[in-house]
Each structure stands twice: as C-alpha cells, then as structure tokens.
C-alpha cells in the first residue's frame, strides 16, 4: 500500500528557508487520480493547508503563505517536496504531506509528520 | 474565504455513549467537498467521511456523516475508547482547502 514519508531539517534559523521532502513508497507519484500537499500543525492547533502539486506541475497554494512557499515534484525519485523561505517562529509546527483524491477531495494517506522548529 | 466552525469545543462522554459533532460553514458550501479527519494525539489524521457521508475505506460503520447547506453532522453511533481523539471537518473550495478548529471528544 501507498505510505508517505517526510524528511527534512528538524532546526531551520529565522529568516532561512524551510526545506521538506515527501518520499511516496508503495505505489508510482505519477499514477492515478491524486494530487500531492503539505499540511502544517502548530503545537496544540489545528490544521492549515499549505499547498498542492499535480504530477504535471501544476501547483495551488494557499493564499496567506503565497508568498513564501514553492511546492515541487520529482517523479524519477517518487517524492515532491516544500520551500518556505523567510520562516519565523509562527512556522514552526508539525508538518504532514498528503495524498489528495480527486475521486474523493480528500486527503486519503498521510505521513506521519515531521516537527520544524524556527528558532537561532 | 470559507471559514469553518466546529462545536462543541470539547465532548465528555462514556463508552457506549452516542457522539454528535458539528461543524457550520460560514456561508454554504457543496456537500461534495465536506471531510472529516480524526486525530489521535501524536499520529496523523485519519479521513473518515468525504462527500458529506461517504465513509473512507476502512472505516466502521458507526461512523456517519450528514448534512448539507451551512450544517454538516459527524455522529458517532457508539463509542469505542479507540474513539476519543480530536476531529476535524474541511472544505475544499476556490482551490483552497479549509479546516474547522477540532471537537476534542474525551472520556468523561
């Protein structure tokens, strides 16, 4: 079955850029009907969207971070990826990447997280 | 922008006990594109509903989903202690994807 994985720096330093990787296992980016996004959670918060890829490149990103965010996708390594340039202490949070099913407009499989804190 | 409230904050109930979660869209929205999540501490969430009340693959059929407009229920018809977690509701529209601030059903 499809799993996810993020990796990526658990310490980024203000005003640096954010640099996460999803790896897709189990199953091929570029099949079927997904799209590919990242999903954020401060400590003791809810949840906030960040931004989506299709496999063609396509990309829709949420207006509040804009901005400051690049979504990527490499479908010879099965893994997209996150740039959150400029980053403060308001970023740091628990940071998911997600499978999104057109079928379903949900977000079907996610990865077990990853904690980014901004801090010097 | 959507904006999605979720109450009640918090749920004390027992075992057993029936579970009714809401979550309100600040104006209304096509059930096509209303989730629910459940969220246990330290894991990822989990889809339970898409659709409004379409049940995600795996999911027991205590879960429900219903509603339409700017009222969307998540009922659970029994509480199982692998219940109590937090849920969320979310909408996608105008290529944004919205999520209500959570219902923390806790054990009473």
């Known amino acids: 079955q499809v799993q996810l994985q993020e990796s990526g720096p658990g310490l980024v330093k203000p005003s640096q850029t954010l640099s996460l990787t999803c790896t897709v296992s189990?199953?091929?980016?570029?099949?079927?009907?997904?799209?590919w996004s990242w999903i954020r959670q401060p400590a003791g918060k809810g949840l906030e969207w960040i931004g989506r890829?299709?496999?063609?490149?396509?990309?829709n990103y949420n207006p509040s971070l804009k901005s400051r965010v690049t979504v990527s996708v490499d479908t010879s390594k099965n893994q997209f990826s996150l740039k959150l340039s400029s980053v403060t202490a308001a970023d740091t949070a628990v940071y998911y990447c997600?499978?999104?099913?057109?079928?379903?407009?949900?977000?079907?499989?996610w990865g077990q997280g990853t904690m980014v804190t901004v801090s010097s | 922008e959507i904006v999605l409230t979720q109450s009640p904050g918090t749920l004390s109930l027992s075992p057993g006990d029936r579970a009714t979660l809401s979550c309100r869209a600040s104006?209304?929205?096509?059930?096509?594109?209303l989730a629910w999540y459940q969220q246990k501490f330290g894991q990822a969430p989990r889809l339970l509903i898409y659709?409004?009340?379409s049940r995600a693959t795996g999911i027991p059929d205590r879960f429900s989903g219903s509603g339409s407009g700017t009222d969307f229920t998540l009922t659970i018809s029994r509480l199982e202690p692998e219940d109590f977690a937090v849920y969320y509701c979310q909408h996608y529209g105008s290529l944004l994807y919205t999520f209500g601030p959570g219902t923390k059903v806790e054990i009473k």
């Open positions: 997600a499978r999104g099913n057109w079928a379903i407009d949900g977000f079907d499989i």
């Open positions: 104006q209304s929205v096509s059930s096509s594109y």
């Open positions: 189990g199953g091929s980016i570029s099949s079927g009907s997904y799209y």
């Open positions: 890829i299709y496999t063609t490149g396509s990309t």
């Open positions: 659709g409004a009340s």
